[in-house]
């Protein structure tokens, strides 16, 4: 495995494997089990598997995490050589010294769930996204359904654009109690860990009773008392269809229909979603 830190040199890597497939793991480097997954789906159905480490400031808000976000090299180094990666790219800035002057902006999709608090947010993944694709020219790129939004965004952003990558949707890897596995989980202490489990518990109370409840608002109603009952601050719970992303009125077994969660626990943000209908999902560790 080798660690590239400039543009040329990932480049000049990359150029001597113009015949075999190359996949890309976007991330923000702190990496975790949900992480580790998706390199092993990447080496699945790539020959060449990157992982870029690059903590976006052109995604984080004002008063979000940016200079505290969690930057634990060494240990993201040795997590990837046990995952069998190739590259690392680990580049100090992407963007030009005095700012960037073109970039890419996402219309309704960024406007609804973590997108109405987070203004600018996904204009900034998908500047970033179309920069490192630019970059590491890759034939694939896998995105963890843990981040859904970004998914189905990235997924519209290579359609519209008619870019040459395959985008490849991960599940969501989860601790044993069910809390998706985060970067900022390490913020949380041990009693709002326990807190925590109880976003996924909610989920899946609302899964389990999707079949009996056919008014998503009475859906809903009881995925937040859940939520309330465990002092868990809401930002948004939302059963939205999978593609549009819009508020879907009733529940019907079969469509797709999805409950998507943020909350607060302390200080930190966290976000979670489930199938609407059990596909047989099981927490996947
Ligand atoms: P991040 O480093 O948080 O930007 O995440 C990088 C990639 O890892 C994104 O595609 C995330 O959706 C994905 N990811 C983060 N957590 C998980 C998880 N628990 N399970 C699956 N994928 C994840």
Do not use: W
């Amino acid at each position: 495995m080798k660690v590239c830190t400039t543009i040329a040199e990932i480049q000049h890597e990359l150029a001597s494997f113009d015949k075999e497939r190359i996949a890309l793991v976007p991330t923000m480097g702190c990496l975790h089990e949900g992480h580790v997954s998706l390199i092993e789906k990447a080496k699945r159905l790539a020959d060449v598997v990157v992982v870029s480490i690059y903590v976006n400031p052109l995604q984080f808000g004002a008063h979000e995490d940016l200079d505290t976000y969690p930057r634990p090299f060494a240990g993201d180094v040795q997590a990837c050589q046990d995952a069998g990666v190739d590259f690392i790219f680990h580049p100090e800035n992407l963007y030009p010294e005095h700012g960037i002057q073109v970039s890419l902006q996402v219309n309704d999709l960024s406007q609804k769930l973590c997108g109405a608090s987070r203004k600018g947010h996904f204009d900034g993944v998908v500047t970033v996204v179309n920069i490192l694709f630019n970059i590491i020219r890759p034939h694939l790129a896998i995105f963890g359904e843990k981040d859904f939004q970004q998914l189905s965004i990235i997924q519209r952003m290579v359609a519209d654009l008619h870019m040459q990558v395959e985008v490849v949707g991960a599940d969501i890897v989860r601790d044993d109690d069910g809390l998706a596995k985060s970067s900022r989980n390490r913020y949380l202490s041990d009693d709002e860990r326990q807190q925590a489990k109880e976003i996924y518990a909610a989920l899946r109370l609302m899964q389990s009773q999707a079949d009996k409840h056919s008014n998503i608002n009475d859906l809903l109603t009881l995925g937040r008392e859940h939520l309330k009952q465990h002092n868990i601050a809401v930002e948004y719970l939302e059963i939205c269809d999978e593609i549009s992303l819009e508020p879907v009125t009733h529940s019907q077994a079969g469509t797709t229909a999805r409950i998507f969660v943020a909350a607060e626990i302390g200080t930190t943000r966290l976000i979670d979603n489930l199938p609407l209908t059990n596909n047989e999902e099981q927490p996947c560790v």
